[in-house]
T-cell receptor, first 115, second 116 residues
Framework: DQQVKQNSPSLSVQEGRISILNCDYT??????FLWYKKYPAEGPTFLIS?????DKNEDGRFTVFLNKSAKHLSLHIVPSQPGDSAVYFC??????????????FGQGTILTVHP | NAGVMQNPRHLVRRRGQEARLRCSPM?????VYWYRQLPEEGLKFMVY????????ESGMPKERFSAEFPKEGPSILRIQQVVRGDSAAYFC??????????????FGPGTRLTVL
């Protein structure tokens, strides 16, 4: 039962352009969402998060959008840089419930930014 | 401020042996989480601990796996009588005590377990 889905296994963009990574979830109890970046042989690095009381959160080149009615979130990276090439994971949490602390991850999207 | 530390980074065991994975959380963090990543998959939650307490172990296999976070020292994930299917990357994460910032988990570099 995949409660968090990243349907695009990979994404390729040109340096300087926008990268848009998508994530869908099915559990309506999820109320906190996070994006992580992961390089090979390293642990995930926290990028940005959003609470369900918001629909947008911005941090530098990274913006996360949340559409609760569609159970969809996206990560926008503008402008994309070659150093952004990594695997990006979407994660969700029921922060207000008994499953607090348990992150449910998507399968990841491999982003490649070409110079 | 040192990040989450895990050791060993790589661990090779033969079938039937025991594996012990250690995790030291970030300074000031009292919540520890363990996740497992099988090849070609995302991370899967295993267990959530606070000092001397297991809060949620709903992701732990029923047999052979155990975890602890003692009052002193690192958190330990222990796998007894390992099998080839236990080969994976095991990640530890930690978070601060309270508030919305407590929702953000910071990950260590992982331990890559290979069972021969």
């Amino acid at each position: 039962d995949q409660q968090v889905k990243q349907n695009s296994p990979s994404l390729s963009v040109q340096e300087g352009r926008i990268s848009i990574l998508n994530c869908d979830y099915t559990n309506s109890m999820f109320d906190y969402f996070l994006w992580y970046k992961k390089y090979p042989a390293e642990g995930p690095t926290f990028l940005i998060s959003i609470s369900s009381i918001k629909d947008k959160n911005e941090d530098g080149r990274f913006t996360v959008f949340l559409n609760k009615s569609a159970k969809h979130l996206s990560l926008h990276i503008v402008p994309s840089q070659p150093g952004d090439s990594a695997v990006y994971f979407c994660a969700a949490m029921d922060a207000g419930g008994t499953s607090y602390g348990k992150l449910t991850f998507g399968q990841g999207t491999i982003l490649t930014v070409h110079p | 401020n040192a990040g989450v530390m895990q050791n060993p980074r790589h661990l090779v065991r033969r079938r039937g042996q025991e594996a012990r994975l250690r995790c030291s959380p970030m300074k000031g963090h009292s919540h520890v989480y363990w996740y497992r990543q099988l090849p070609e998959e995302g991370l899967k939650f295993m267990v959530y601990l606070q000092k001397e307490n297991i809060i949620d172990e709903s992701g732990m296999p029923k047999e052979r796996f155990s975890a602890e976070f003692p009052k002193e020292g690192p958190s330990i994930l222990r796998i007894q009588q390992v099998v080839r299917g236990d080969s994976a990357a095991y990640f530890c994460a930690s978070s601060p005590t309270t508030g919305e910032q407590g929702n953000e988990q910071f990950f260590g570099p992982g331990t890559r377990l290979t069972v021969l």
